[in-house]
């Protein structure tokens, strides 16, 4: 499949960048998850089940020291989310949950009160709740059959934000404009649509990656109605000539600006055949000797034409690559190899990137 990407439109400055401190932040917590149909962990095997579900039922006022017991309805499970920027106290939140037991599936489980923590080891959020698993698991005594990943569900709403970020944003002066692809020529254009949006000295860009913005220049009541302006400007961005491959369902991406000089490719394809076919060899009956198996291999070498020497004229716009590419006829797993060579010649003029 020879796919081409169409050619760049203005696109909502929100799409381009990433504002400074209006960010999600990961949350990650321990927890337990109970009510499982005979498919949770094996005690023996993942003891640290069993010290959180001690932990759990203490806290309850459930003595237990000393006591034995091997449940196989509850499992050890690692639960994660993302907290939102601006995010406020009783907000919802949506978790995974992911087992990091032996357990055989989630599914009907009910997760137990877990915090979650951020990086700085604080926690934000609470989650509890049933789980939605995405798998289904089916086992007899000769066969089992899995669908999807039973091990790991969702919990809409799961959590609720219990503390907020500490971040001062109405109390901005300057704020940060971060690429999501750093170009120079996408960030000067972001600062001329930005001072002409203003009709003043606003934006400032200081590397391809980053744009100053001064908020006092806006002349807003407050950074907020300043990002509200901004963020829908549109900006036409400029991308890089590349040509991205995946090998292994053989499709290719080319970007608008790929160029290819005048080429001459010759393609063909070398089959090597190699087939075993043992004998065995048994004695006569009641006569003496050993049953032997003697080797039988087959090799072959089919050697197919190909496409000859082919000429790839020079491109100067996208359509007349793909033009000159498909011109060759030949099938996108070759097409690849073609590619490949066309850029070690240095007649491939954009960046290879192969998946």
Do not use: C, W
């Not at 219990?162 to 109405?170: A, G, I, K, P, Y």
């Not at 400007?233 to 400029?238: F, G, L, R, T």
Request: net charge negative; hydrophobic share 45%; aromatic share 4%.
């Amino acid at each position: 499949m020879l796919v081409t990407a169409a050619g760049a439109s203005p696109v909502r400055l929100k799409d381009l960048v990433e504002f400074d401190g209006v960010r999600t932040n990961d949350l990650v917590g321990y927890g337990l998850v109970v009510g499982l149909n005979g498919t949770g962990d094996g005690l023996r095997n993942s003891p640290f089940t069993e010290e959180i579900m001690v932990n759990i039922l203490e806290r309850l006022g459930v003595n237990v020291t000393g006591e034995q017991f091997r449940p196989n309805n509850v499992a050890a499970v690692l639960v994660t989310a993302r907290l939102p920027p601006f995010s406020r106290a009783g907000s919802p939140l949506d978790v995974t949950v992911s087992a990091i037991g032996d357990a055989d599936s989630l599914l009907g489980g009910t997760l137990i009160m877990t915090p979650l923590n951020a990086a700085d080891g604080d926690i934000y959020a609470v989650a509890q709740g049933t789980i939605i698993a995405g798998g289904v698991a089916v086992e007899g005594d000769g066969a089992a059959v899995v669908q999807g990943v039973p091990t790991s569900g969702t919990i809409p709403s799961g959590a609720t934000v219990e503390r907020e970020v500490d971040f001062d944003f109405s109390g901005l002066t300057t704020l940060r404009l971060a690429l999501r692809t750093p170009d120079f020529t996408t960030a000067g254009r972001i600062e001329s649509a930005i001072n002409q949006t203003f009709g003043g000295h606003v934006a400032t860009m200081t590397d391809a990656g980053t744009v100053h913005i001064d908020i006092r220049a806006t002349h807003t009541p407050s950074p907020a109605h300043a990002l509200g302006r901004i963020e829908n400007i549109m900006v036409e961005p400029e991308r890089r000539a590349r040509v991205v491959v995946d090998q292994s369902s053989g499709t290719i991406v080319m970007g608008e600006d790929v160029r290819i000089s005048r080429v001459a490719v010759s393609q063909g394809n070398l089959t090597l055949r190699i087939q075993e076919a043992p004998v065995v060899v048994q004695p006569n009956p009641f006569a003496p000797g050993e049953t032997v198996v003697l080797p039988r291999t087959q090799v072959g070498i089919e050697d197919e034409p190909g496409i000859g020497l082919a000429e790839v004229p020079g491109g100067t716009s996208l359509s007349e690559v793909v033009a000159g590419l498909n011109a060759l006829g030949v099938a996108p797993r070759d097409m690849i190899d073609i590619l490949k060579s066309i850029k070690a010649s240095g007649a491939l003029h954009a960046e290879f990137i192969v998946r």
